[in-house]
T-cell receptor
Framework: EAQVTQNPRYLITVTGKKLTVTCSQNMNHEYMSWYRQDPGLGLRQIYYSMNVEVTDKGDVPEGYKVSRKEKRNFPLILESPSPNQTSLYFC???????????????FGAGSRLTVL | QKEVEQNSGPLSVPEGAIASLNCTYS??????FFWYRQYSGKSPELIMSIYSNGDKEDGRFTAQLNKASQYVSLLIRDSQPSDSATYLC?????????????WGAGTKLIIKP
């Protein structure tokens, strides 16, 4: 089954304790992206990656890091989490073809993070 | 002005009626428009995509695009309780060669039995 898998799905942590949210896709997609979703604000992009070893900042990158060492994996790293990073996080992927019809994202199930 | 605006709702519609969801965008050069449905606590899933002015129909769903007025809408005919969800509008950034999307905050739709 074609899918994007995120782990953990739920996490409660404390301020300053480094954590990693993993994301893996089995569709051979070149493009992957991380979003956070907060009430009333919709989806905001954190980082994205057009291909292996190519990453770029989205709209809200502060406090986050990513890496793309393999095509299928795109982990999100919070080096020193703070309470304002409490949110629902989604990983998504798609083909890199930018023609209309190709720009359709497949989302992971989401990771709900609480930072105390 | 937000780049993609949606009425947050909730929009309450009787079962069997037509639900009309609207979205306006600011980037006049945008070319791709998407409607995603998101159930509470779940991930967004694509409902409709539209790229040309006019209407596009898929089952009970119709997407309407008017580039001159910079709005895109989603009509849901014969609304069912299972249509109750938040509907997200997404629009591509014109000047972004990587084809990034801008997202609206979503409209919460409630279908009343």
């Amino acid at each position: 089954e074609a899918q994007v898998t995120q782990n953990p799905r739920y996490l409660i942590t404390v301020t300053g304790k480094k954590l990693t949210v993993t994301c893996s896709q089995n569709m051979n997609h070149e493009y992957m992206s991380w979003y956070r979703q907060d009430p009333g604000l919709g989806l905001r992009q954190i980082y994205y990656s057009m291909n292996v070893e190519v990453t770029d900042k989205g709209d809200v990158p502060e406090g986050y890091k990513v890496s793309r060492k393999e095509k299928r994996n795109f982990p999100l790293i919070l080096e020193s989490p703070s309470p304002n990073q409490t949110s629902l996080y989604f990983c998504a992927s798609r083909d890199s073809d930018s023609t209309p019809g190709a720009n359709v994202l497949t989302f992971g199930a989401g990771s709900r993070l609480t930072v105390l | 002005q937000k780049e993609v605006e949606q009425n947050s709702g909730p929009l309450s519609v009787p079962e069997g009626a037509i639900a009309s969801l609207n979205c306006t965008y600011s980037d006049r050069g945008s070319q791709s428009f998407f409607w995603y449905r998101q159930y509470s606590g779940k991930s967004p899933e694509l409902i409709m995509s539209i790229y040309s002015n006019g209407d596009k129909e898929d089952g009970r769903f119709t997407a309407q695009l008017n580039k001159a007025s910079q709005y895109v809408s989603l009509l849901i005919r014969d609304s069912q309780p299972s249509d109750s969800a938040t509907y997200l509008c997404a629009v591509n950034k014109e000047r972004d060669s990587n084809y990034q999307l801008i997202w609206g905050a979503g409209t919460k739709l409630i279908i009343k039995p």
